[in-house]
């Protein structure tokens, strides 16, 4: 269901950012956003932190589910690029580059369907 226990506390926050950089960019009202902040419970204090721009109506677990998600997203790159072979395109055209992420994408999503069919108990077949 690509749901999975999560071991950590989430604290959240809502914020003001600060800065100089900031206050030019957006204006002298700055909006409220979340900080979340990821605490294991066996360190002293949080190890990661986001920023999200969400509602303030947002629940806890769905800022804990998107910001975990950037993970999910960087593997499932990875995976296309060394075991599918995105990163082996060679060629000079619009067309044969489309062609090749398009193959690369059903590869990718056919692995996908395969892991989630498969129980995590079973053994390939031999």
Known sequence: SGF???YSRFVT?????????VRQTVGPELPECWLLAEWPANQAEP????????????????????AKLRWRIEHDYREMKQALGLAHFEGRTWGGWHHHVTLVSVAHAFCTLQRLVRAPK?????
């Open 4 to 6: 999975k226990r999560m």
């Open 13 to 21: 926050m809502r914020i003001r950012p600060a800065g100089r950089e």
């Open 47 to 66: 190890v990661q932190f986001w920023l999200s721009d969400l509602p303030a109506d947002t629940p806890l677990t769905t800022l804990v589910r998107l």
């Open 122 to 126: 079973d053994t390939a077949p031999a």
